[in-house]
């Protein structure tokens, strides 16, 4: 490989993205099935399936989309609600009917995205035969959205008809997205999707702790401190509805086998970003978790974090952040050690909201020895093992299908 195939070869690195609902592994370009009904939002979109396509919108569940980078791809969304487990075949057996809610721009900030989903209970309710409530909520992000949507309309005094909240595996305390991989996405040396995802207005929002691209800075970012803000501004939660939550990770105070202060990933080879080391996340002042290193232009920086827990083994739904980074640097020609592919992505006790990730001694909760009246939702269930986050099991979803209002 020539120097000027190097160069291109780390600038294009940064093609990739972290995906925050559930998606379809099946081959690109599969189409979900054709929808009832389809529906034009302001800053979004919803499809529509009917449980019976004789009685039109009765029953309605609505599913709001997570995070990602762009517009909502429901096709893949529909997949990927029905590849593992299937969730919406199930609630339309049941005789719910489905709306699936994209938006225009998945890293938009949350408080636009909430407009989007309240036009669509709005629609939902004027759609609907009958008087059935409704059931809201969404995946990761998703979530998160219904929950300040449901709470500012009833801010605002305008009923939502709705009887059941709930999300799935939802940051509600802040997800985690390693400092030492946010720091990568700005050493990219052109503009990239991963950095304009970081970088994003919903991932500052939810992101536990952010790295500042302009002063290297790692911290609260002023749009969460903003966010929760304006969260609190409307109640924190929709008071109306029963509330419940599932996480994809275990609710005993184990997590995944990832030790803190290791390897996670390194570029062993002479090309494309060779060096550079990303390490798991260790309790300290100054801890390195990141040496970064790049030859076009020549540079290198180390990345410190100061007082954070052990994040990357704690109890929560996976990403597999690491994996996408090192399957994109093979892709351009690098040499990589991967050791911890997957990590802890949005803790137990965010997901469940209970408790939150500062200290150890929360992170790593038994969750499944404390009782609700301890959160702020009025139920929750945990996976019995560690899942990839939003990763649609049978466990979660048939306890999530079983708090659905009966007929």
Known sequence: ???????????????????????????????????????????????????????????????????????????????????????????????HDVVLLGYDDRGASILDNARTATAAILRTIATRVGNEPLVVGGFSMGGIVTRYALAKMEHDRIDHQTALYFSYDSPHRGAVIPIGLQ?????????????????????????????????????????????????????????????????????????????????????????????????????????????????????????TTSGFPALDGAPGGTLGSYRILATTLEKFGATVDLRHPDVCFVPTVSAVAIRDLDRPEDLYADVDGLSPEDGEVDEFFCSSETTAHTAITEELCTWLLDRLPQR
């Open 1 to 95: 490989m020539s120097g000027q195939q190097d160069e291109s070869a780390e600038q294009a690195v940064g093609a990739f993205t972290l995906a925050g609902s559930p998606q379809a592994t099946a081959a690109a370009g599969a189409a979900a099935p054709t929808p009832d009904e389809e529906w034009d939002l302001p800053g979004g979109f919803a499809r529509v399936y009917y449980a019976d396509s004789r009685r039109g919108l009765v029953r309605p569940v609505l599913l709001a989309d997570g995070f990602n980078h762009g517009r909502s791809d429901l096709d893949a969304l529909y997949l990927g609600l029905e590849e593992s487990f299937p969730l919406i075949g199930s609630l339309k057996e049941r005789g």
């Open 183 to 303: 720091a990568f996405a700005h050493f990219i040396p052109v503009a990239n999707n991963f950095a304009k995802q970081m970088n994003s207005s919903a991932a500052r929002q939810m992101l536990w702790r952010h790295y500042d691209s302009e002063t290297g800075a790692v911290g609260v970012d002023p749009e969460r401190e903003k966010f929760l803000e304006a969260l609190r501004a409307v109640g924190g939660w929709p008071q109306r509805p029963r509330t419940i939550a599932v996480a994809n990770g275990r609710g005993d105070g184990q997590g995944p086998q990832v030790p803190p202060g290791q390897t996670a990933l390194a570029s062993t080879g002479d090309r494309v970003y060779p060096g550079t080391t990303l390490l798991t996340q260790a309790e300290g002042h100054e801890v390195v978790v990141a040496e970064l290193k790049r030859l076009f232009p020549k540079a290198g920086k180390t990345i």
